[in-house]
Nanobody
Framework: QVQLVESGGGLVQPGGSLKLSCAAS????????IGWFRQAPGKEREGVSC????????SYADSVKGRFTISRDNAKNTVYLQMNRLKSEDTAVYYC??????????????????WGQGTQVTVSS
C-alpha cells in the first residue's frame, strides 16, 4: 500500500519540543518535495513547511520560522519536523504529503498526494 505514515505527536507543555516523522511505505520519497501541514479544530488546513529533493530547498510558514526545522533522510525514506519552543497555537493534527509534480519547494506546490492519517500535537500546560 502506497502511503505516508506520520508519528511522533503527543502532549507537550508550552516551550517544549517534539520531533515528527513522516515515513513512506510502498514507494520511495526520492524526487518528491515533501510538505508538512496542520489543521486545528475549526480551522482550515495550513502549510507548515516543505523540503525539496532536487535542490534541498526548504520553506516555512511565518508562524513557525526559527522554531521548526524540516529535514529528510532519503536512505530511511523519512522526512522529519523538529518543533521547538512550541506554543498553544501549534496545537493541531499534523499531516505530511508528497508533491508528485515537483521536487523543489521554490515555486509552491503542484499536486499533493499520499496523505497520511496525521498525528496529533497538543501544546498545553
Amino acid at each position: 500500500q502506497v502511503q505516508l505514515v506520520e508519528s511522533g505527536g503527543g502532549l507537550v507543555q508550552p516551550g517544549g519540543s517534539l520531533k515528527l516523522s513522516c515515513a513512506a511505505s510502498g514507494f520511495a520519497l526520492d524526487y518528491y518535495a515533501i510538505g508538512w501541514f496542520r489543521q486545528a479544530p475549526g480551522k482550515e488546513r495550513e502549510g507548515v513547511s516543505c523540503i525539496g529533493y532536487s535542490d534541498g530547498s526548504t520553506s516555512y510558514a511565518d508562524s513557525v520560522k526559527g522554531r521548526f526545522t524540516i529535514s529528510r533522510d532519503n536512505a530511511k525514506n523519512t522526512v522529519y519536523l523538529q518543533m521547538n519552543r512550541l506554543k498553544s497555537e501549534d496545537t493541531a493534527v499534523y499531516y505530511c504529503a508528497a508533491d508528485i509534480e515537483r521536487s523543489s519547494c521554490r515555486n509552491g506546490y503542484g499536486t499533493l498526494a499520499y496523505w497520511g492519517q496525521g498525528t496529533q500535537v497538543t501544546v498545553s500546560s
